[in-house]
């Protein structure tokens, strides 16, 4: 009989089922699909490249506690996201930075645009497209309509369908201008990919005599029961829409084997302004990989439909986040249910963000 139910077996699901079943209760993780891993899971495609299932996943952290424990399931491989934008038929470093000026923009020009940044902010620090867009300077106004223009707004029409001051100014905020040259996505302390990729993270993880796992098996309420649940979902599914759905962004992901050995010079290039797609990914920058081949990955967003497409993104307007409101109030009438993770918190989680939560929740949960 078990102690604790945890409906999900993505990161939110698994780090906590694992910390409980380290503390002695004994859990049942119900997963509906039919592997672990959320949309974390990867796979090797048949060139023997590692392929991520749901899209580029790219583990950072500054926090050493999460760093610590995930390290104890996986060894890793260094790796730091290079990302570029295809702006103007060139590809430039993003964050948008000194050298993304410089492939831009003339010498002269760029060396402009790069002591008007140092003259009004600090050496090395991040600022939103939003907040550069208010400067009264009118050379920084200047950069800031350009770098909104060509990387802002194209993107985030395809990625969310609306205008970037329409979204919480944190989704952009995600993509600084950085007062600097770091090209790299992410400046976080810790960087790395699984060395045996993320499935396997997962297995071990989940390999616990106190835990039992239960593939393709859904999660199905019982506002009666007193059991213990951590559920990891989405929240109006659970309480069966009763307040309507809510919105979550969803992606249409195109996998490509190409007969080459490169296709791009950065593992992932944005599309703000051409395609449908918003960008590609080229796994073999990620996990290095001998083929002669190279796997490529487009990713056309779309509004999630229900029970049809996979829910990537909670959606991020005032509007959604009030209805998220409704059905997190509706859901404190259950003590016994923990809510857990992107989707059932309604919260744009990066994977640390995710284990440093579930290490918290699962903490706080008696045996
Ligand atoms: N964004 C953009 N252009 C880009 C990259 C990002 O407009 O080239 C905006 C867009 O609104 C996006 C958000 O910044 O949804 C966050 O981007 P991030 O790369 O963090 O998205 P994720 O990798 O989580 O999909």
């Not at 610590?68 to 930075?97: C, M």
């Not at 410089?102 to 010498?107: E, G, W």
């Not at 009004?120 to 009264?136: D, S």
Request: glycine share 4%.
């Amino acid at each position: 009989m078990a102690d604790v139910i945890i409906a999900g077996a993505g990161l939110a699901g698994s780090v906590s089922a694992r910390v409980l079943a380290e503390k002695g209760a004994h859990v049942l993780v119900l997963e509906e699909r039919s592997h672990i891993g959320g949309n974390c899971y990867d796979v090797l495609s048949p060139e023997g490249i590692r392929v991520h299932q749901y899209g580029p996943h790219l583990f950072h952290t500054s926090n050493e506690d999460v760093w610590d424990f995930l390290s104890r399931f996986t060894q890793w491989t260094p790796y730091e996201h290079k990302v570029k934008a295809h702006i103007n038929g060139v590809n430039a470093p993003l964050p948008f930075n000194f050298n993304s000026l410089r492939v831009l923009f003339p010498p002269q020009e760029a060396q402009k645009f790069i002591d008007a940044l140092l003259g009004h902010y600090a050496p090395n620090t991040k600022v939103a497209i939003l907040e550069l867009k208010q400067h009264p300077n009118p050379l920084l106004q200047k950069l800031a309509d350009f770098v909104y223009e060509k990387v802002f707004v194209g993107y985030t029409a395809k990625q969310w369908g609306i205008r970037p001051e329409e979204l919480d100014g944190a989704v952009t905020a995600r993509v600084p201008v950085f007062v600097g040259e770091d090209d790299r996505y992410f400046n976080d302390t810790f960087q790395a990919v699984p060395k045996e990729g993320y499935a396997k993270l997962f297995e071990n993880l989940l390999n616990h005599p106190n835990i039992t796992l239960k593939l393709a098996t859904p999660f199905v309420f019982d506002p009666a029961s007193s059991m213990r649940v951590i559920y990891t979902g989405m929240l109006d599914r659970l309480f069966d829409y009763c307040y309507g759905e809510l919105p979550y962004r969803s992606i249409h992901l195109e996998f490509e084997t190409i007969n080459k050995i490169w296709f791009q010079d950065a593992a992932t290039v944005n599309y703000p302004n051409d395609y449908d797609f918003t960008r590609i990914t080229e796994f073999k920058h990620i996990h290095a990989a001998k083929s002669q081949k190279t796997v490529i990955l487009k990713e056309f967003p779309c509004l999630h439909v229900k029970n049809k497409t996979e829910p990537y993104y909670p959606f991020f307007t005032q509007n959604a986040q009030a209805l998220y409101a409704c059905y997190a109030n509706h859901a404190k009438q259950y003590p016994n249910l923990l809510l857990l993770g992107r989707l059932a918190e309604y919260k744009y989680y990066d994977m640390d963000d995710v284990v440093e939560k579930a290490l918290q929740t699962a903490t706080r949960v008696e045996k």
